[in-house]
T-cell receptor, first 111, second 115 residues
């Protein structure tokens, strides 16, 4: 069974810092991997989708990498801003229509 | 605004009661799904649908029923609510029948408390 882990559960950084969020998974046979952002009391917003054949995806200040062999993905956030404060969730596609989510990393960016 | 609409946003039930969580999308998406989110855990898939008339079970389907009579609507029914079903429920949709081919669009969630 695919297990997805995100460490740390919470992270606090000063504004302007570059940071990395980690995601690990137990089974390298994945369909794809997505990173989501969740604001308190809100739904999830997809940030980046990496297909199984890809190594990374970039969107603005965000860069996500995927290493299937080691069962890891990272989300790099450059020049963090207070507006980046949210919970970031990693989800691994286990087949065409099912995903396994990590519990998330709660990020706080202090002004 | 186009998107996924969930109702109600909040609901309190007593054990044994039944209710339906509504989900509607106006983007003509083929794929729709229901997840539950519990504290300290990742979202878990309850049921999903790849088109009208087609539904299937996810990771945690017990205690829940779904149907998909139209492309737009995908209601989730709790037949006999239990305290273990206290959770936040999210509906999500995707243009493709293959959820992983496109990003998922999530609703704002429905917070359910079962006493």
């Amino acid at each position: 069974k695919q297990e997805v882990t995100q460490i740390p559960a919470a992270l606090s950084v000063p504004e302007g810092e570059n940071l990395v969020l980690n995601c690990s998974f137990t089974d390298s046979a994945i369909y794809n991997l997505q990173w989501f952002r969740q604001d308190p009391g809100k739904g999830l917003t997809s940030l980046l989708l990496i297909q199984s054949s890809q190594r990374e995806q970039t969107s603005g200040r965000l860069n996500a990498s995927l290493d299937k062999s080691s069962g890891r993905s990272t989300l790099y956030i450059a020049a963090s801003q207070p507006g980046d404060s949210a919970t970031y969730l990693c989800a691994v596609g286990v087949n065409n229509n099912d995903m396994r989510f990590g519990a998330g990393t709660r990020l706080t960016v202090k002004p | 605004n186009a998107g996924v609409t969930q109702t109600p946003k909040f609901q309190v039930l007593k054990t044994g009661q039944s209710m339906t969580l509504q989900c509607a999308q106006d983007m003509n998406h083929e794929y729709m799904s229901w997840y539950r989110q519990d504290p300290g855990m990742g979202l878990r898939l309850i049921h999903y649908s790849v088109g009208a008339g087609i539904t299937d079970q996810g990771e945690v389907p017990n205690g829940y029923n779904v149907s998909r009579s139209t492309t737009e609507d995908f209601p989730l029914r709790l037949l006999s609510a239990a305290p273990s079903q206290t959770s936040v429920y999210f509906c999500a949709s995707s243009p493709s029948r293959v959820s992983g081919a496109n990003v998922l669009t999530f609703g704002a969630g429905s917070r359910l408390t079962v006493l």
